[in-house]
C-alpha cells in the first residue's frame, strides 16, 4: 500500500515536471529541438534510475555479505570456545540489516569471551617464560587455536604452581648457600675477590634474578669452601692427634704450649694455624730424639701385632722393624706401620672381639669337657655335676653362633680385601673348622678306649663271679647273651644287694657305716656302675628300664624283695609282700647302643 502511493507520487511528479519542460522547451525552441531534448531527458532518467539501481544492488550485496561474515564469525567461535550456538535461518519478512543486526548482537558475549581467554592464555604464558627462563626449564606449550579445553587450562595452572614453588625453593636454597658460604669463608678468613662473587653473594632476595648459569656458580663457590673446611676440620683433627702423641712421646711438661693448644677448640684458620706451630716445634724436637722416638714406636708396633693376632712370618715382613740405621725414613716407616696396624684392627674389632670370646668359651668348653671324662667326676655333692652340664650345653649352643657372626663378617671383608683374613698366620675359618674337626675325633676316641678297656675286663672275669650289673656288662661282648636273671631270689638279691645305694647299705649293715666311713661312697660308686653298665630288660615282650629312674625302681625292688628278715622296706604296702616276680630276660645290647649308652650316662646321671 504504502509503497503504491509513492510510486503514484513519483510518476504524477515526474509527470508533472515532464509536462513542465515540454511546455518551457516549446516555448523557447523549434519542435526538432525539444523532440532532442526530451530524448536526453528520458536517457538522464534511465542513468539515474540505473545508477540508484546498481548502487542498491551493491549494498544488498555487502549486506549479505557481512550476515555470512557474521554466520563463519560465530562458527570460528563455537569451535575455538568448544561450544554450541544455533543461528537459524533469516526469517522472510526480516529485512537484511535487522537480521545483520541481531547475529551480531547474539555472537557478541562470544566475542568477550574469547577475548578473555586470549588474555589469559597470554598472561600465563608469559609467567611461564619468566619462571622457566629463571629456573632453566622448558616451557610446557599451550595451543591457542583451539583454545584449550578446562581442564587443560588446570593441568597448564598446577604447572606453574609447579614452577612457582620451585621458584621459591630455588630463593631459599640460594639464601642457605650464601650465608653457608659467608660462613666458611669467614671460618677460612677469606674475603671477596671478585665482583662476579660480589654481586653472586650480596643480591637483594627481592629483587634479584639470578639465571641458571649464576645458581650453578652460586653451587660451585658453595661446594669448594665447603670442601676447604672439611679438609681443614680433618688436618686440625689428625694435627691435635699427633700433638697429643708427640707430647706423650717427648713427655713435654710446656703448660704454656699445652695450654694454647688445648684453649684453640673451634674449627678455624686461627685454631689452624695455631696447631700447626705447634706440631712443627714439636716435630722438630722429635728429630733431635729419633732413637727415642723409634723404640716407643717399636714398642707400640708389638703391641698392636699381639691385638691383631700376626704371626712371627707377618712380623718379619716389616724389615724396618729390624733395621739399625735410625733416621726419618726408618722413622716414618714405623709411623706408617702404626698407622696401618691401627687402622687394620679399628676395621675389623668386631671380628678380633667375636674371635677372642669365642677362644675364652672354647678353651671353658674343653674344661668342662675334661671334667665330663674324669673318673671321679661324681664325687660330688651339691649338683655340680648338673651345673658343669648345663654349662657345657649353653657353650655347644653359643660357640655355633659365634662361628657363624665371625664367618659372615670375614666373607665381607675378603669380598672387599680380595683376601684371607688370617688369624697366628692361618685362614681364620680353616681355624675354626679345624678346631670342630678336633673336636669330634676327642669325643670319638674316649668311646674306643672304653670299649677295648671292657673288652680287657670281660677276658680277664673270673668264671665264678658273682652276677652283678658290671658282670653282666663285661660279659656281652664275650657269650653273645647275658645270663638270664631268673634265678633264685637269693641269687638277685645278693648281687643286687653288692651295689646298692648307700642309703639301702645303712639300712642293711648299720654298723659297717659307723666302723668304716667309705661303704656309701663305694655302694654309690657301685650303683653309678650299674647304672651305666644295666642291660637292657624285657618281661613279657617289653623293653623295661629305659630310663635311670627305672633302672633304681628295679634295683630297689630287688633289695627289697631279698632281705634275710622278708620284712618288706619301709614305705611298701602289705599287699605288695605275695607280688609275683616277673620273668625277666636280659638282652645283650649291639656294640653301637654300647657306644650310644656310655656317653650318655652323664646326661642320663644328670638329669636323675
Given at each position: 500500500?504504502?509503497?503504491?502511493?509513492?510510486?503514484?507520487?513519483?510518476l504524477?511528479?515526474?509527470?508533472?515536471?515532464?509536462?513542465?519542460?515540454?511546455?518551457?522547451?516549446?516555448?523557447?525552441?523549434?519542435?526538432?529541438?525539444c523532440e532532442e531534448y526530451?530524448?536526453?531527458?528520458?536517457d538522464?532518467?534511465?542513468?539515474f534510475y540505473t545508477d540508484?539501481l546498481?548502487?542498491?544492488?551493491?549494498?544488498?550485496?555487502?549486506?549479505i555479505?557481512?550476515?555470512?561474515?557474521l554466520?563463519?564469525?560465530a562458527?570460528?567461535?563455537?569451535?575455538?570456545l568448544?561450544?554450541?550456538l544455533n543461528?537459524?535461518e533469516r526469517p522472510q519478512?526480516?529485512?537484511?540489516v535487522?537480521?545483520?543486526l541481531?547475529?551480531?548482537?547474539?555472537?557478541?558475549?562470544?566475542r568477550e569471551e574469547?577475548?578473555?581467554?586470549?588474555a589469559?592464555?597470554r598472561?600465563?604464558?608469559?609467567h611461564?617464560?619468566?619462571?622457566?627462563?629463571?629456573l632453566?626449564?622448558?616451557?610446557?606449550?599451550?595451543l591457542v587455536d583451539?583454545?584449550?579445553m578446562?581442564?587443560?587450562m588446570?593441568?597448564f595452572?598446577?604447572?606453574?604452581?609447579?614452577?612457582?614453588?620451585?621458584r621459591?625453593?630455588?630463593?631459599?636454597?640460594?639464601?642457605?648457600?650464601?650465608?653457608?658460604?659467608k660462613?666458611?669463608?669467614?671460618?677460612?678468613?677469606?674475603?671477596?675477590q671478585?665482583n662476579?662473587?660480589?654481586?653472586l653473594l650480596?643480591?637483594d632476595?627481592?629483587?634479584?634474578?639470578?639465571?641458571?648459569e649464576?645458581?650453578?656458580?652460586?653451587?660451585l663457590?658453595?661446594?669448594?669452601?665447603?670442601?676447604?673446611?672439611?679438609?681443614?676440620?680433618?688436618?686440625?683433627?689428625?694435627?691435635?692427634?699427633?700433638?697429643?702423641?708427640?707430647?706423650?712421646?717427648?713427655?713435654l711438661?710446656?703448660?704454656?704450649a699445652?695450654?694454647?693448644?688445648?684453649e684453640?677448640t673451634?674449627?678455624?684458620q686461627r685454631?689452624f694455624?695455631?696447631?700447626?706451630?705447634?706440631?712443627?716445634?714439636?716435630?722438630?724436637?722429635?728429630?733431635?730424639?729419633l732413637k727415642?722416638?723409634?723404640?716407643?714406636?717399636?714398642?707400640?708396633?708389638?703391641?698392636?701385632?699381639?691385638l691383631?693376632?700376626?704371626?712371627?712370618?707377618?712380623?718379619?715382613?716389616f724389615?724396618?722393624?729390624?733395621?739399625?740405621?735410625?733416621?726419618?725414613?726408618?722413622?716414618?716407616?714405623?709411623?706408617?706401620?702404626?698407622?696401618?696396624?691401627?687402622?687394620y684392627?679399628?676395621?675389623?674389632?668386631?671380628?678380633?672381639?667375636?674371635?677372642?670370646?669365642?677362644?675364652?668359651?672354647?678353651?671353658r668348653?674343653?674344661a668342662?669337657?675334661?671334667?665330663?671324662?674324669?673318673?671321679?667326676?661324681?664325687?660330688?655333692?651339691?649338683?655340680?655335676?648338673?651345673?658343669e652340664?648345663?654349662?657345657?650345653?649353653?657353650?655347644?649352643?653359643?660357640?655355633?653362633k659365634?662361628?657363624q657372626q665371625?664367618?659372615e663378617?670375614?666373607?665381607?671383608?675378603m669380598?672387599?680385601?680380595?683376601?684371607?683374613?688370617l688369624?697366628?698366620g692361618?685362614?681364620?675359618?680353616?681355624?675354626?673348622s679345624?678346631?670342630?674337626e678336633?673336636?669330634?675325633?676327642?669325643?670319638?676316641?674316649?668311646?674306643?678306649?672304653k670299649k677295648?678297656?671292657?673288652?680287657t675286663?670281660?677276658?680277664?672275669?673270673?668264671p665264678?663271679?658273682?652276677?652283678?650289673p658290671?658282670?653282666l656288662?663285661?660279659?656281652?661282648?664275650?657269650?653273645?647273651?647275658?645270663s638270664?636273671?631268673?634265678?633264685?631270689?637269693?641269687?638277685?638279691n645278693?648281687?643286687?644287694g653288692?651295689?646298692?645305694?648307700?642309703?639301702?647299705?645303712?639300712?642293711?649293715?648299720p654298723?659297717?657305716?659307723?666302723?668304716?666311713?667309705?661303704?656309701?661312697a663305694?655302694?654309690k660308686?657301685?650303683l653309678?656302675?650299674?647304672?651305666?653298665?644295666?642291660?637292657?630288660?624285657?618281661v613279657?615282650?617289653?623293653?623295661l628300664?629305659?630310663?635311670?629312674?627305672?633302672?633304681?625302681?628295679?634295683?630297689?625292688?630287688?633289695?627289697?624283695?631279698?632281705?634275710?628278715?622278708?620284712?618288706?622296706?619301709?614305705?611298701?604296702?602289705?599287699?605288695q609282700r605275695?607280688?609275683?616276680?616277673?620273668?625277666?630276660n636280659?638282652?645283650?645290647?649291639?656294640?653301637?647302643?654300647n657306644e650310644n649308652?656310655d656317653?650318655?650316662?652323664?646326661?642320663?646321671?644328670?638329669?636323675?
Amino acid at each position: 500500500m504504502i509503497f503504491t502511493e509513492h510510486k503514484a507520487k513519483i510518476l504524477a511528479m515526474t509527470g508533472k515536471h515532464v509536462d513542465e519542460l515540454h511546455e518551457m522547451w516549446s516555448r523557447m525552441f523549434e519542435p526538432q529541438t525539444c523532440e532532442e531534448y526530451l530524448i536526453r531527458l528520458q536517457d538522464h532518467a534511465l542513468n539515474f534510475y540505473t545508477d540508484l539501481l546498481s548502487e542498491s544492488y551493491e549494498k544488498e550485496q555487502g549486506i549479505i555479505g557481512e550476515i555470512a561474515g557474521l554466520q563463519a564469525e560465530a562458527t570460528d567461535l563455537t569451535r575455538l570456545l568448544h561450544e554450541n550456538l544455533n543461528l537459524g535461518e533469516r526469517p522472510q519478512e526480516m529485512s537484511l540489516v535487522i537480521w545483520q543486526l541481531k547475529l551480531d548482537n547474539r555472537i557478541n558475549h562470544l566475542r568477550e569471551e574469547l577475548a578473555r581467554r586470549q588474555a589469559e592464555i597470554r598472561e600465563l604464558i608469559q609467567h611461564q617464560e619468566r619462571l622457566c627462563e629463571e629456573l632453566g626449564e622448558v616451557p610446557q606449550p599451550l595451543l591457542v587455536d583451539p583454545l584449550p579445553m578446562p581442564e587443560e587450562m588446570d593441568s597448564f595452572r598446577d604447572h606453574l604452581e609447579q614452577l612457582r614453588h620451585q621458584r621459591e625453593e630455588r630463593l631459599n636454597e640460594i639464601h642457605q648457600l650464601r650465608q653457608s658460604i659467608k660462613h666458611n669463608m669467614k671460618l677460612l678468613e677469606l674475603h671477596v675477590q671478585t665482583n662476579t662473587e660480589e654481586r653472586l653473594l650480596n643480591l637483594d632476595r627481592k629483587n634479584q634474578f639470578l639465571t641458571p648459569e649464576d645458581f650453578e656458580r652460586l653451587r660451585l663457590m658453595h661446594t669448594e669452601y665447603a670442601d676447604q673446611v672439611k679438609e681443614m676440620h680433618e688436618r686440625i683433627d689428625q694435627m691435635r692427634c699427633k700433638i697429643d702423641l708427640l707430647w706423650q712421646r717427648l713427655k713435654l711438661t710446656d703448660e704454656f704450649a699445652m695450654r694454647r693448644v688445648q684453649e684453640s677448640t673451634s674449627y678455624n684458620q686461627r685454631t689452624f694455624d695455631i696447631l700447626r706451630e705447634e706440631l712443627e716445634r714439636c716435630q722438630a724436637m722429635r728429630r733431635k730424639n729419633l732413637k727415642t722416638f723409634i723404640e716407643q714406636l717399636r714398642i707400640e708396633i708389638e703391641e698392636w701385632w699381639d691385638l691383631t693376632l700376626k704371626s712371627p712370618q707377618e712380623r718379619k715382613r716389616f724389615a724396618g722393624y729390624y733395621c739399625d740405621n735410625q733416621n726419618e725414613d726408618v722413622l716414618e716407616l714405623h709411623e706408617k706401620e702404626l698407622d696401618q696396624l691401627r687402622n687394620y684392627y679399628n676395621s675389623n674389632k668386631k671380628i678380633f672381639d667375636l674371635y677372642a670370646n669365642r677362644a675364652d668359651l672354647w678353651s671353658r668348653m674343653e674344661a668342662l669337657e675334661a671334667k665330663a671324662n674324669d673318673p671321679n667326676r661324681f664325687n660330688n655333692r651339691g649338683g655340680q655335676l648338673l651345673k658343669e652340664e648345663k654349662e657345657r650345653k649353653a657353650m655347644m649352643t653359643r660357640l655355633p653362633k659365634i662361628d657363624q657372626q665371625i664367618t659372615e663378617l670375614v666373607k665381607v671383608y675378603m669380598a672387599q680385601a680380595n683376601t684371607p683374613f688370617l688369624v697366628n698366620g692361618e685362614d681364620i675359618l680353616e681355624v675354626m673348622s679345624m678346631d670342630w674337626e678336633r673336636h669330634s675325633q676327642s669325643k670319638r676316641q674316649p668311646s674306643a678306649h672304653k670299649k677295648d678297656a671292657n673288652t680287657t675286663a670281660s677276658k680277664m672275669k673270673p668264671p665264678l663271679a658273682p652276677l652283678t650289673p658290671n658282670t653282666l656288662k663285661a660279659n656281652r661282648g664275650v657269650h653273645g647273651s647275658s645270663s638270664s636273671l631268673k634265678k633264685t631270689p637269693s641269687k638277685v638279691n645278693s648281687s643286687v644287694g653288692t651295689k646298692s645305694t648307700g642309703n639301702l647299705q645303712k639300712r642293711r649293715h648299720p654298723n659297717n657305716d659307723k666302723s668304716s666311713g667309705q661303704l656309701p661312697a663305694a655302694a654309690k660308686r657301685n650303683l653309678i656302675t650299674s647304672l651305666e653298665c644295666q642291660p637292657v630288660l624285657e618281661v613279657n615282650g617289653q623293653k623295661l628300664l629305659k630310663s635311670p629312674q627305672k633302672k633304681v625302681r628295679v634295683l630297689e625292688y630287688s633289695v627289697r624283695r631279698g632281705k634275710p628278715s622278708g620284712r618288706p622296706s619301709i614305705g611298701s604296702r602289705n599287699h605288695q609282700r605275695n607280688r609275683p616276680i616277673p620273668q625277666v630276660n636280659v638282652q645283650p645290647p649291639s656294640g653301637e647302643e654300647n657306644e650310644n649308652e656310655d656317653s650318655g650316662d652323664l646326661e642320663a646321671y644328670s638329669a636323675y
